[in-house]
């Protein structure tokens, strides 16, 4: 048994869970039971409709010490225990530890930003540019293993197929991902911005957006469509010629389907994705919401889009250098790791 430890609401988006249950997803089929522990729950649906068990325990996701976890690991004795959030504290992390050496179980951590030492068994962090050196300054001889690179990206299963979509000499569709929740309101700031020709732009609308309303009529009368509850996003993508997408998991995505990405940053956890995939020359990187503010931003981005709309031989070479990022297995790779370790 896997017993999963992550939050989704307006103020953090879904990111956090979405990618736990990509490997929850890969655990399964491995015949590995996988239980989420959740604040709210708000992705509670989505989580049992993959087949999988959540606990909701209806606290505060910032108090982590309130969370219970500690007296579920000796009720349940899982194998692993995998936590994902960026309100951890050390203290948490060490009580949650302690709890998992009694019932021999692994303490997992997800961290794409080394902020602290984290104590734990194992570490995961896909992101790109990450390297071994890094957690050695930051963890000494107290370092956990560790599971670094981006083909360990834990995407659904939908995106492991090596299929690309089609290639048009002038880019007509644009996907526009901003996240489960958009905490930044930027499809609204990019519908405001999108012009009326050439370009369709494609909204795909999170589970948590709060502009929903607003995002239905500022797409009248535009060429903007809105795509709610998506059931295959990789179809989505492979319809469309262009992304873009806030610096988060979704760019490993897009990457497996080499799809050419403009990307923005958000948060300072976003910022050292954003500018790696930029110095690689990978995607091009738009702005910084806090700099720029959301409505220059998105004017920023939709002159880049309609600028690479018009360049074929940019987008080839984007999607060229995007291949060798991920295969989209990564879920799979993090499953198969843990079972050898």
Known sequence: MIV???????????????????????????GESCVFLCASADMEEQIRARGHECLVFGGDYRRMEEDGLAALIPARRPDTVIIDSYQVTAGYLESIKKSCGECKSRLVCINDDPLFPYPCHILINYNIGRSPEEYRRL?????????????????RKEFSSSECGSRRE????VLVSTGGADPGHM????????????????????????????????????????????????ALMKSCDIAVSAAGSTLYELCALRLPTLTYVLEDNQAAPAEAFASRGIMKNCGDIRILGRQRLAEELVKAAETLAADAAERDRMAEAMAAVTDGRGAERIVAALKKR
Not at 17 to 29: E, P, T
Not at 170 to 173: D, F, N, R, V
């Open 4 to 30: 999963f430890r992550a939050d989704a609401n307006r103020e953090i988006g879904s990111g956090h869970v979405m990618r736990c249950l990509s490997i929850a997803d890969a655990a399964a089929g491995a």
């Open 139 to 155: 963890y000494g001889e107290a370092m956990p293993e560790l599971i670094l690179g981006t083909e360990y990206a834990p995407l």
């Open 170 to 173: 002038k880019a007509e569709q």
């Open 187 to 234: 499809a609204a700031a990019l519908a405001d911005a999108a012009p009326d020709r050439s370009l369709c732009w494609n909204f795909v609308i999170g589970p948590l957006n709060p502009d929903r309303e607003l995002l239905r009529d500022k797409a009248k009368g535009k060429n903007i469509l809105l795509h709610e509850n998506v059931r295959d996003m990789a």
